[in-house]
């Protein structure tokens, strides 16, 4: 038996296969199999859509007088034993035999063909509440699964909800700041904000404030528009002439219907192609020139990113399970979830070894952080790295130089003696790692 739950547009499907014990089997199997079937039904909500596919190994019969519930009129010869379990499993958990429902020729009901045999051992199951939503059910004649078993193909028409499609934030150009001309006018502007200033304020509300708002101003910001995500980075102006021409050319086609426009809509696809394979062609040429350079070193790494987003399957995972085993699937619940696991795993108490021997403290007073550390540590960060929450890149405290310096180190001063974390973003980890780095070389100096 297996079971597998897809999400589609928002709405779950539970897809259930089994192969069922045969007639000859002992009873004590076949309620056996039956018994898991019915663990498997109730380990699904009941929100969730669900469709059995299986071979029950059983004729469920034709006519339905007393399973109407459950059942068409249009099965195959008479019920026996094993079809009788199929009809009282379906009314145990309100599910309907799909195959019944559908009026079709004998050649199109049967699923099992064997010494001259034609019978139905093969059938659909789906929630009769969701009986409506199946639009037809039938053996593909032609197709066999295995020797004797023919496929049995089921449609089912799902109404879905249109997802709305969230507008992506709108970002300031903090990459422009790569330009030095760019850099001049943001540190003038910055300036002038401050009242003439050279000295960043001391509060550091007002200072991230401050900075976001001249970047805003001074780099722009991005339009918040998703890419397309049409391939187009190879058009150029011939390419483009040729499709223009080609959609002309496909329009008188369709208007008249002549041996002379077929021609030549023909002649002019052929043509497009000719030219999407050059200009493909001399765009590769190129990018390979770029990679053997140092400056394409960049873009070699954003290739092989790319190269191994588009080998993995799942590209975004959308539903997690909650505590119970239930999926999630709305954004709100899934985030909760995240929330609530994160909260587990950081408030959970572990139990730490202890250490057999003594250990003394060391009692020394550690040096305050100095600017020239502040200036060594912000030289060797990397530039062109993510924003944290506070918005605001490594290049803005770069392009700021000595002032930046001051400002931070007076920052980091501050938290250290007030021993509370401040919500600064990424800086936080700049006093963290420099703090860190002066207790081990205090650590260091009393051992030796």
């Avoid at 007393?66 to 009314?91: L, P």
């Avoid at 200033?197 to 001249?214: G, H, M, Q």
């Avoid at 403290?361 to 790295?385: C, D, F, N, P």
């Amino acid at each position: 038996m297996m079971s597998l739950k897809l999400e589609v547009e928002g709405v779950m499907f539970n897809v259930v296969s089994g192969y069922a014990p045969q007639v000859g089997c002992e009873l004590e199997e076949k309620e056996k199999f039956w018994s898991e079937l019915d663990e498997v039904m109730q380990s699904i909500p009941r929100g969730e859509r669900v469709v059995i596919g299986a071979d029950f190994n059983g004729h469920v019969g034709e006519g339905n007088r007393g399973d109407e519930t459950v059942m068409g009129r249009f099965g195959v010869q008479d019920r026996n034993a094993e079809g009788q379990m199929v009809v009282d499993f379906a009314k145990r958990v309100e599910m309907a035999v799909v195959n019944t429902f559908f009026q079709k020729r004998q050649e199109h009901r049967v699923t099992h063909k064997s010494g001259g045999r034609n019978t139905q051992v093969d059938d659909n199951l789906c929630r009769r509440c969701n009986l409506k939503e199946i639009s037809d059910c039938k053996v593909l004649v032609g197709e066999s699964v295995a020797r004797q078993h023919r496929m049995v193909v089921c449609k089912m028409m799902v109404v879905v909800r249109k997802m709305k499609r969230t507008k992506a934030e709108q970002r300031t150009k903090w990459w422009k700041l790569k330009k030095e001309e760019c850099c001049v006018v943001f540190r003038e502007e910055l300036r002038q904000t401050l009242g003439g200033l050279e000295v960043l304020p001391d509060d550091w509300t007002t200072t991230a404030n401050v900075i976001r708002e001249t970047g805003r101003r001074v780099l722009g910001v991005s339009s918040g528009k998703r890419k397309a995500d049409k391939e187009t980075w190879w058009w150029n102006v011939e390419v483009q002439e040729c499709i223009q021409r080609k959609r002309l050319a496909k329009k008188k086609w369709d208007t008249e219907r002549t041996e002379e426009s077929r021609q030549e809509n023909r002649e002019i696809q052929r043509k497009v192609k000719v030219e999407v394979a050059k200009a493909k062609q001399r765009e590769y040429e190129d990018v390979y020139v770029r990679l053997d350079t140092k400056e394409g070193e960049v873009d070699l790494y954003r290739l092989g990113r790319q190269r191994d987003r588009g080998g993995k399957d799942v590209q975004q995972v959308s539903v997690i399970k909650d505590k119970d085993g239930n999926v999630l699937t709305g954004a709100r619940s899934v985030m909760g979830r995240w929330k609530e696991n994160f909260e587990e795993l950081i408030n959970e108490e572990n139990e730490r070894e202890r250490r057999v021997e003594e250990v003394t403290g060391v009692e020394q007073e550690v040096a305050k952080i100095s600017k020239s550390e502040v200036r060594r540590t912000l030289k060797r960060m990397k530039s062109g790295k993510a924003v944290g929450p506070d918005d605001k890149p490594v290049e803005v405290w770069k392009c700021l130089g000595e002032v930046a310096v001051e400002f931070l180190t007076s920052l980091f001063n501050k938290i250290l003696e007030s021993e509370r974390m401040l919500r600064t973003g990424g800086e936080v980890y700049w006093c963290l790692f420099l703090r860190t780095r002066e207790m081990c070389r205090a650590v260091a100096t009393t051992e030796e």
